[in-house]
């Protein structure tokens, strides 16, 4: 397997001064009534309450960063510093690390949700990302293999791919990692961003997307070890790797989350 590969994933909350924008309405108006409003309008039309991808306003970019010289967690977050928002900046910079590593890009969905979530805000914001747009005009190995292409695996939209790009096929992040022998969600599920982030709980909405960012990492992995990009012995020594290396940071969650995996029987779970 080559190097580097950033892995991604983000938590997302409904644009409210979207919707605020969108709808013309009075600043005078609180946002939980901008909300209660869209939410009603859409219960009464029979629309699921889980907003647009152009009004999915991005709090949290979490990324599994592994080169040759080692393997880091970080996450990108908007601390909405003085009351203002900064998901462009944040965007700007996950981009920005695109620019400057041209990694092989993993996600779990990400042609179906992140991406083009990031795609709409990027755009809003006028974030700039050359290489990741490249299809070959400045750099012609890019034509044949880009971010872009749902065929190519520059990007490897590893829930699609397993599917065979089929939706109907596709299976949860949560349930494949604790199939495979990984502890899978912990503390809360997409769901309950919007609520953990109405009630000031933000770092646990980071925490979560870091864990979930690292569930992707993992079944990267044995995805490389199903299709000969590690063999047995290399994928056993990334993961004591991986072990180790969360083990050295000092942050509970991930004590939690080496609990949670040994728990789930560890790293190799038999072939039956």
């Not at 041209?102 to 990031?118: A, C, E, I, K």
Request: aromatic share 12%; glycine share 10%.
């Amino acid at each position: 397997m080559s190097w580097p590969v950033l892995v991604f994933d983000i938590e997302s909350i409904p644009d409210v001064a979207g919707l605020r924008a969108l709808r013309g309405l009075d600043p005078a108006v609180s946002d939980d009534d901008v909300y209660a409003l869209e939410m009603a309008e859409r219960k009464e039309a029979g629309k699921s309450d889980f907003m647009p991808l152009h009004l999915q306003r991005v709090l949290v970019i979490s990324c599994v960063f592994r080169n040759a010289e080692g393997l880091r967690v970080h996450s990108f977050v908007d601390r909405e510093p003085d009351g203002r928002s900064e998901e462009g900046k944040i965007i700007q910079t996950f981009f920005g690390r695109i620019e400057k590593h041209v990694p092989q890009l993993v996600s779990w969905n990400g042609g179906g949700f992140d991406l083009p979530v990031l795609h709409y805000r990027g755009l809003r914001h006028g974030v700039v990302a050359n290489k990741y747009w490249d299809l070959g005009e400045d750099d012609r190995e890019f034509k044949w293999n880009n971010y872009i292409g749902r065929y190519h695996l520059r990007h490897l939209d590893l829930m699609d791919l397993l599917a065979m790009y089929q939706p109907r096929a596709s299976a949860p992040l949560d349930a494949m990692a604790k199939l495979c022998g990984f502890p899978g969600k912990l503390g809360m599920d997409g769901s309950a961003v919007y609520r953990a982030y109405l009630d000031g709980k933000l770092e646990d909405i980071r925490r979560y997307c870091e864990t979930d960012v690292m569930n992707t990492y993992l079944l990267y992995c044995r995805f490389q070890k199903m299709r000969g990009g590690f063999t047995e012995h290399e994928y056993e020594r990334e993961m004591t790797f991986v072990r180790e290396t969360l083990a050295g940071i000092a942050e509970p969650h991930w004590g939690e989350y080496l609990q949670a995996w040994r728990q789930e029987g560890g790293a190799s779970p038999g072939p039956g």
